[in-house]
């Protein structure tokens, strides 16, 4: 909405992929609350899907794989392995690393939260892993809610199943 009209484009563009893309921007570990219900996610990449008369994208490839890995990373993956022609170079190994890892990793667990900000929860096959960033120059405890606890080095990342 805008100028007094409502429409479905952007200020840029009408395409569907910028429509709904523009609010996946930019995809980096804070989208990772785009992933809370991967339901939704499925049924908005249906909806364009829909509009845009198939899966078959036409622009910001990358972002929508990218997106849909928060969904089904498997299905992501191999429509990055069949088009990823269609991105630029710089942008495949981001869109790689984040679909790898989703597969690995799983969908995003929203029941369990953590007392740091660059801490998530993922579930893959009934298993849960946890994952935590240290930004900081000090050494820190991350605790989950679910009694999961760990220690992060600076400038370090850990993963613990």
Not at 15 to 36: F, N
Not at 54 to 74: C, F, I, N, V
């Amino acid at each position: 909405i805008w100028g007094g009209k409502s429409d479905y484009a952007t200020w840029f563009s009408g395409e569907p992929e910028h429509v709904q893309g523009i609010i996946m921007l930019p995809m980096q570990s804070g989208s990772l609350y785009l992933g809370q219900y991967p339901k939704y996610v499925h049924r908005n990449l249906q909806h364009l899907a829909k509009v845009r008369g198939s899966y078959k994208w036409k622009h910001w490839h990358d972002t929508l794989w990218m997106y849909e890995a928060l969904h089904d990373a498997d299905k992501a993956m191999t429509r990055f392995n069949a088009g990823q022609q269609t991105i630029p170079p710089q942008a495949k190994p981001n869109t790689y690393h984040w679909i790898g890892n989703l597969q690995a990793l799983g969908q995003v667990d929203r029941t369990v939260t953590a007392d740091c900000p660059t801490a998530a929860t993922f579930t893959h096959n009934k298993k849960r892993s946890h994952v935590a960033w240290n930004m900081t120059a000090k050494p820190v405890t991350v605790k989950f809610s679910d009694g999961t606890s760990m220690d992060v080095k600076p400038g370090q990342c850990v993963t613990k199943p």
